[in-house]
């Protein structure tokens, strides 16, 4: 039992170690700080591009009662007419950006795991299966976190380059950063979940695709049913996207929808992954 904890030790620390040293690694959190920093100023650009739009035209962007522009999700796409800056800072979680990063990252991450011989290895040396799924969903979850906290530091590195650093509620804000933090490291267990049955690049597409595709049903839902059937607040990613409109009434169903999706896509993993065969 003991060689076998510290069996489990030894491939976790070398799993840590290929996650946050490689060249991959550091590649996401350079591209995340850079689009941080420069997230106001393409706020700005897409709303200058967008003048000419019809109101009609702009809801195509809107997903429930935010912008999903990608950088960022705002309910105003006009920074002159937003008072206060509060949900620039909690946009840049809540973007298709940011999620599509993690997305990225962890099906690639996994990916190379697989690839390079180090799942079947870990199999051949006596590690159970249950294990090392638990290892690979926390290095996901330990492995995400630098970057949603670059990514913090990023946008309120913009403000404060755009002398915008005017935060009307602190506790709003706090609060909300904490929820998206949670609700996108949830997320990251998901994606190294589908990353772990299906292996290879065909996971990357399927996680990227989920994130682009998957937020836009409930809208689609919403106008097929005529709003009688609404989805929105039982889908993860769609809840990430309006994470800064929850409510604190709201925030307890919220948690809990979104660990109850996350045990279902672990659930569902193992019991595919226990009578799977690898070479």
Do not use: W
């Amino acid at each position: 039992m003991e060689n076998e904890l510290h069996a489990n030790i030894r491939f976790f620390i070398a799993g840590l170690k290929r996650s946050l040293f490689s060249k991959r690694y550091l590649y996401f959190i350079i591209i995340t700080f850079l689009i941080s920093v420069f997230s106001i100023n393409l706020l700005n650009a897409i709303n200058q591009a967008t003048i000419s739009l019809s109101p009609e035209m702009l809801e195509v962007f809107k997903i429930g009662k935010a912008y999903n522009i990608g950088i960022l999700s705002v309910s105003n796409l006009n920074l002159s007419e937003t008072k206060n800056y509060d949900e620039i800072i909690v946009g840049i979680l809540s973007g298709s950006f940011l999620i599509s990063i993690v997305a990225s990252f962890v099906s690639l991450y996994i990916c190379s795991e697989f690839k390079n011989g180090y799942f079947v290895i870990a199999l051949t040396h006596g590690q159970s299966r249950i294990s090392l799924i638990n290892q690979y969903m926390c290095l996901s979850v330990i492995s995400c976190l630098p970057i949603l906290l670059i990514s913090i530091i990023g946008v309120i590195t913009s403000m404060m380059i755009n002398h915008l650093f005017a935060i009307k509620n602190p506790g709003y804000v706090i609060r909300t950063l904490i929820l998206q933090i949670f609700l996108i490291l949830i997320c990251s267990v998901c994606f190294s979940c589908v990353s772990l049955l299906f292996e290879k690049y065909k996971a990357v597409i399927i996680c990227i695709s989920s994130v682009l595709i998957l937020p836009l049903i409930p809208g689609y839902m919403s106008i097929f049913f005529r709003g009688k059937v609404n989805i929105e607040k039982y889908m993860l990613l769609s809840m990430i996207i309006n994470s800064q409109s929850i409510t604190n009434s709201e925030i307890l169903n919220c948690i809990i929808t979104a660990i109850f999706t996350g045990l279902l896509f672990y659930l569902t993993t193992f019991a595919i992954l226990r009578k799977k065969r690898y070479e």
